[in-house]
Nanobody, 125 residues
Framework: QVQLVESGGGLVQAGGSLRLSCAAS????????MGWFRQGPGKEREFVAA????????EYADSVKGRCTISRDDAENTVYLRMNSLKPEDTAVYYC??????????????????WGQGTQVTVSS
C-alpha cells in the first residue's frame, strides 16, 4: 500500500507560480513512476506530467509544456510540480499518482495504482 498526500495548492493570480508537493509513504517510493493529473470544473481527469522511477525521463501534457517542471526527491519520498505562468484554465484539483515500474504510457490513468486526495489550484483572471 502506498499513501500519497498532496500540498501546495491555493489561489493565485494569472501569471503567477505555485509548487505542488506530493509526499509518499508505505512501499518503497523509488520503485514507482510518479504522475500528476488534474480535474477542472465540469471536466474529466486529465494527464499533466509524469516522471519515471530514476528521474531521467519526464513527460508533459501539451497544455502545460514549457510552463511546468516535474521533479522527484527520493531521499524525501516526494515528487514536485512547479507551475509557472499560470492561466485560469489551469484551475483544477491536482492529484498525485503512483505507477509500478513497467507501464506502457505515462498519460494512462488506469496504469496508476495509488492516488492522493488532491489539492485545489485556483487561478484568477
Amino acid at each position: 500500500q502506498v499513501q500519497l498526500v498532496e500540498s501546495g495548492g491555493g489561489l493565485v493570480q494569472a501569471g503567477g507560480s505555485l509548487r505542488l508537493s506530493c509526499a509518499a509513504s508505505g512501499r518503497t517510493f523509488s520503485r514507482y513512476d510518479m504522475g500528476w493529473f488534474r480535474q477542472g470544473p465540469g471536466k474529466e481527469r486529465e494527464f499533466v506530467a509524469a516522471i519515471n522511477w530514476s528521474g531521467g525521463i519526464t513527460e508533459y501534457a501539451d497544455s502545460v509544456k514549457g510552463r511546468c517542471t516535474i521533479s522527484r526527491d527520493d531521499a524525501e519520498n516526494t515528487v514536485y510540480l512547479r507551475m509557472n505562468s499560470l492561466k485560469p484554465e489551469d484551475t483544477a484539483v491536482y492529484y498525485c499518482a503512483a505507477r509500478p515500474v513497467g507501464g506502457r504510457y505515462f498519460h494512462t490513468v488506469e496504469e496508476y495504482h495509488y492516488w492522493g486526495q488532491g489539492t485545489q489550484v485556483t487561478v484568477s483572471s
